[in-house]
């Protein structure tokens, strides 16, 4: 998974490498990009970080095993339809970060 930022991106492999090398690293792979609004990205880190903890807690021997477990727990988590409770809302963002906005008197 990506951020968009511009360096990662195939091109920036073929500004490093020779042609042969960076086709060769990059077909490695699976480009997968986060949505450019923060808060996109905050879910798919916390959805990670669930998949961490509740499937990926031990060994796994191989790809194969690998994909069947994490199919295995992302099936009941889509069904659950588990939503994001945001404890931060933007009326206490603007009161904390009051700071970094410049005050127009």
């Not at 994909?67 to 727990?73: G, H, M, V």
């Not at 069904?79 to 904390?96: C, I, N, P, Y």
Request: charged share 30%; with cysteine.
């Amino acid at each position: 998974m990506q951020d968009n930022l511009n360096t990662h991106r195939p091109a920036s492999l073929y500004e490093a490498f020779d042609p042969a090398e960076a086709r060769r690293i990059a077909e490695r792979f699976e480009w997968h990009y986060t949505p450019k609004h923060g808060s996109w990205l905050n879910i798919a880190e916390c959805e990670l970080s669930t998949l961490a903890r509740q499937c990926l807690d031990r060994r796994i021997p191989d790809r194969g095993k690998l994909e069947e477990q994490t199919r295995a727990w992302e099936i009941p988590r889509n069904q659950g339809g588990t939503a994001v409770k945001w404890r931060f809302s933007t009326e206490d963002a603007r009161m904390k970060l009051a700071h970094l906005y410049p005050q127009i008197s």
